[in-house]
């Protein structure tokens, strides 16, 4: 049997996904103050950017799919393990500039835990594993520039 709070989270996976990517039906799904937390990279976003992360996967990889393993629904609460697939498509752009697309696929890691209200989402906080999605795009931590930068620091 699905609940309301499950059909609403459902309906937001749907909405995100890269066969059919409609950020406005996804930010439709949010009631007037809601918010979507990235809280891995610790971003928050609200009214007209509620769909800046969608925008952004649907670009990265624009046959993301939710693979949702697992719905645990206590009333108006949902959480969901799941794994975000796709392949490495899109460039990603970060602060250093721009990353080509390998064609790598992508299987990260999430957790995501859903607030509804009123049959609508409240507030929706993403766990996602950025070490295992940055390791399948190739994107390795620089170990010995963090190190010369502490030692510089305390210099």
């Given at each position: 049997?699905?609940?309301?709070?499950?059909?609403?989270?459902?309906?937001?996976?749907?909405?995100?996904?890269?066969?059919?990517?409609?950020?406005?039906?996804?930010?439709?799904?949010?009631?007037?103050?809601?918010?979507?937390?990235?809280?891995?990279?610790?971003?928050?976003?609200?009214g007209e950017h509620l769909g800046d992360l969608v925008v952004f996967m649907g670009q990265l990889a624009p046959d993301v799919h939710r693979n949702l393993h697992r719905f645990h629904?206590?009333?108006?609460?949902?959480?969901?393990?799941?794994?975000?697939?796709?392949?490495?498509?899109?460039?990603?752009?970060?602060?250093?500039?721009?990353?080509?697309?390998?064609?790598?696929?992508?299987?990260?890691?999430?957790?995501?835990?859903?607030?509804?209200?009123?049959?609508?989402?409240?507030?929706?906080?993403?766990?996602?594993?950025?070490?295992?999605?940055?390791?399948?795009?190739?994107?390795?931590p620089d170990f010995a520039g963090a190190v010369a930068a502490s030692t510089t620091a305390v210099s």
């Open positions: 049997m699905t609940t309301t709070a499950e059909a609403v989270v459902r309906a937001a996976y749907h909405a995100a996904e890269g066969s059919v990517l409609d950020v406005q039906g996804f930010k439709d799904l949010f009631t007037e103050d809601g918010v979507f937390n990235n809280i891995v990279a610790g971003e928050t976003y609200r629904v206590m009333g108006n609460v949902v959480a969901v393990e799941l794994t975000i697939e796709g392949t490495f498509n899109g460039p990603f752009q970060t602060p250093a500039g721009t990353i080509q697309p390998t064609g790598a696929k992508l299987a990260i890691p999430t957790a995501d835990f859903w607030y509804i209200e009123d049959g609508k989402i409240k507030e929706f906080n993403c766990y996602v594993g950025v070490s295992v999605m940055l390791a399948q795009l190739g994107i390795q």
